[in-house]
């Protein structure tokens, strides 16, 4: 008895903390005059390289909040969001002062609807370009801050990861990963370009944030292959 009275309350408190978490994130959007709340059971009419894309489900905006507080994000910067959906993660970037805002998104339906809310967004500071393009062939040369809200599976991460890198020896810089629900974390692990900076989770919501930064190309690259596996120090 007393257990069933205790599984109701509790099942009562996720209700009652679900409806109001779903009402603060309709009143986001309307503040800032975007739509990104709607999920569809549409399929996508276009095609990934390697298929295995997650369908659309916008990050909590309290998750976004925090990470532009940590990451303090500077005019010099340009932030993708890698698998942007309806571009709610861009939106909240673009009312800070970057350098630009970039989304990239297979899903032509997202796209335009992401290019949408780029209008119709309150507050913009930084300029908002959404790409309708597969992230395992998108350009990723320009970017310092790379956002993923576990967009896809294994083989499209590892295809992104050997983007950015190779981006990095035409273009060396210090860049910056957030990766939302980090599923296939091991794979930044394995990367001996990135060190994790931090993980975060909340009492709030299950789903971690993960953060990476690289690690100072002309080290690793002066390193032996041999020495970078070994426990030689790596350098930010
Ligand atoms: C979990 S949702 C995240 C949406 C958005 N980042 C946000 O937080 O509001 C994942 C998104 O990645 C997109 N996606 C999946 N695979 C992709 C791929 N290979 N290339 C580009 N976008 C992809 C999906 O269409 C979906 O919009």
Same mark, same amino acid.
């Given at each position: 008895m007393f257990a069933r009275i205790l599984r109701d309350s509790m099942s009562l408190t996720q209700r009652i903390f679900r409806t109001a978490r779903r009402t603060n994130e309709l009143l986001t959007d309307r503040w800032l005059n975007i739509h990104t709340c709607a999920t569809s059971d549409q399929v996508p009419d276009a095609e990934t390289t390697f298929g295995d894309p997650v369908e659309y489900d916008p990050l909590h905006y309290f998750l976004i909040w925090r990470c532009i507080r940590k990451l303090q994000p500077t005019p010099n910067d340009v932030v993708f969001d $890698?698998? =942007?959906?309806? +571009?709610? /993660?861009? @939106? +909240?970037? +673009?009312?800070?002062?970057?350098?630009? @805002? $970039?989304? /990239? *998104?297979?899903? #032509?339906?997202?796209?335009?609807? &992401?290019?949408?809310? !780029?209008?119709?967004?309150?507050? !913009?500071?930084? #300029? /908002? *370009? $959404?790409?309708?393009?597969?992230?395992?062939?998108?350009?990723?040369?320009?970017?310092? $801050?790379? =956002?993923?809200?576990? #967009?896809?599976?294994?083989?499209?991460?590892? *295809? !992104?990861? &050997? %983007?950015? %890198? &190779?981006?990095?020896? !035409?273009? #060396?810089r210090r860049v910056q990963l957030v990766y939302f629900s980090p599923w296939h974390e091991d794979l930044l692990a394995d990367a001996d370009w990135l060190r994790c900076a931090d993980r975060v989770s909340t009492r709030f919501s299950r789903i971690d944030t993960s953060y990476w930064v690289s690690v100072q190309q002309t080290l690793v690259k002066r390193c032996p292959h041999d020495l970078r596996h070994s426990s030689v120090p790596k350098f930010v």
């Amino acid at each position: 008895m007393f257990a069933r009275i205790l599984r109701d309350s509790m099942s009562l408190t996720q209700r009652i903390f679900r409806t109001a978490r779903r009402t603060n994130e309709l009143l986001t959007d309307r503040w800032l005059n975007i739509h990104t709340c709607a999920t569809s059971d549409q399929v996508p009419d276009a095609e990934t390289t390697f298929g295995d894309p997650v369908e659309y489900d916008p990050l909590h905006y309290f998750l976004i909040w925090r990470c532009i507080r940590k990451l303090q994000p500077t005019p010099n910067d340009v932030v993708f969001d $890698i698998g =942007c959906g309806s +571009a709610r /993660i861009l @939106c +909240a970037f +673009a009312r800070q002062k970057l350098r630009h @805002c $970039i989304g /990239i *998104e297979y899903d #032509p339906t997202l796209s335009k609807l &992401a290019r949408r809310n !780029v209008i119709r967004l309150r507050g !913009v500071k930084t #300029p /908002i *370009e $959404i790409r309708n393009v597969d992230a395992a062939s998108a350009d990723y040369s320009q970017g310092t $801050i790379y =956002c993923m809200y576990n #967009p896809f599976g294994r083989d499209t991460m590892r *295809e !992104v990861l &050997a %983007r950015i %890198r &190779a981006s990095l020896d !035409v273009r #060396p810089r210090r860049v910056q990963l957030v990766y939302f629900s980090p599923w296939h974390e091991d794979l930044l692990a394995d990367a001996d370009w990135l060190r994790c900076a931090d993980r975060v989770s909340t009492r709030f919501s299950r789903i971690d944030t993960s953060y990476w930064v690289s690690v100072q190309q002309t080290l690793v690259k002066r390193c032996p292959h041999d020495l970078r596996h070994s426990s030689v120090p790596k350098f930010v």
